[in-house]
């Protein structure tokens, strides 16, 4: 009974060989990146970089300058951009998550200060005893962060020269692929099955929605990144570079992301502001900035690409998110996309087999 029900399932939805070629090219690609993904870890990261670089590429072609110019130019700008944020940025991250471990004591002293309080100002939601447990429990967490410190720094140097290779595989990388991208392009479709005008529609429809939400995300980033550091610094907040990085990158999590790094964003302001004006108005500039972007910067950069419903895009997070890391969450909407496109490309082809069926009938009784 099953394996009836089962052949008349896949007869339906796969009768047409598009069908199954655009299956088998979705499927090998996913076990290709999900059994060999560490290992091909520098390519794929030269491809989603070419990909994102490949549009500026061609609007410098527009204007008429050689394929090979531009991509030397792009490439060099991007080079200098990437070694700017490395010199700038990376130590100056470091050196604040250096201050934020070392000053996370005395941090832990004043929340068990604050904590201490709470039972004579709110005798009737919290006891004293409840508190004691709750800081014990705390305690045993901070007593712990030398050891992940010291677990830290053994894996730094492994760390250290992952971030070598990057840095001289992943540009070489790049620049051939922006270089040759029609040679390779060429070569790669030689061993793809010629009947593949479903596959090809498939990947034209995701195709401009995955560019523009990609480059769009990462614009939101820098943007939503930039504002919420001048911010900070205006504020004068502890740091302020270390938190705007975790706010810029919590964009790549629709939804959950804004609410987890609203935790430490708050709890650092108010350790060290108390709960005065100035934490008042550092948490009001803080959530006008997430309110522009939620309602301004994103219509105006994702306009063109599918919405989505929410629970689809937190599914495609924790599902992607859980298979491939941060590329996953980090494509999760695009993936998404691709899924919802290609169930509709399978059920236009098996809307066009069903509406042929009777003149396939009429041929054969002819």
Known sequence: MMSRLFRRWFKRNFSNPQAVILALLLFSGFILIFLMGKILMPLLVAIVLAYLLD???SALQKYNVPRLLAVVIVFIGFCTISLAIIIGIVPLLGHQVELLFTDLPSM???IQTKLLALPELYPELVTRE???RVIQQLGGGLSNIGDIL??????SFKNIVTIMVYMIIVPLLLFFFLK?????LDWLTRWVPKQRQLSMRVWREVDIQIGNYVRGKVVEIFV???ATYISFVVFNLNYAALLSVLVGLSVLVPYIGATLVTIPVALVGLIQFGTGDTFLYLMIAYLVIQALDGNLLVPLLFSETNNLHPVAI???VLF???IWGFWGVFFAIPLATLVVAVIDALDESKSADELNMPDKLNSVDG
């Open 130 to 132: 409840q508190l004691e």
């Open 314 to 316: 937190i599914t495609a």
């Open 150 to 155: 010291f677990s830290f720094s053994l894996a």
């Open 180 to 184: 040759d991208k029609k040679t390779i």
């Open 320 to 322: 992607f998110g859980g």
């Open 224 to 226: 939503v990144g930039i």
């Open 55 to 57: 549009w500026a590429v």
């Open 108 to 110: 832990a002293t004043k």
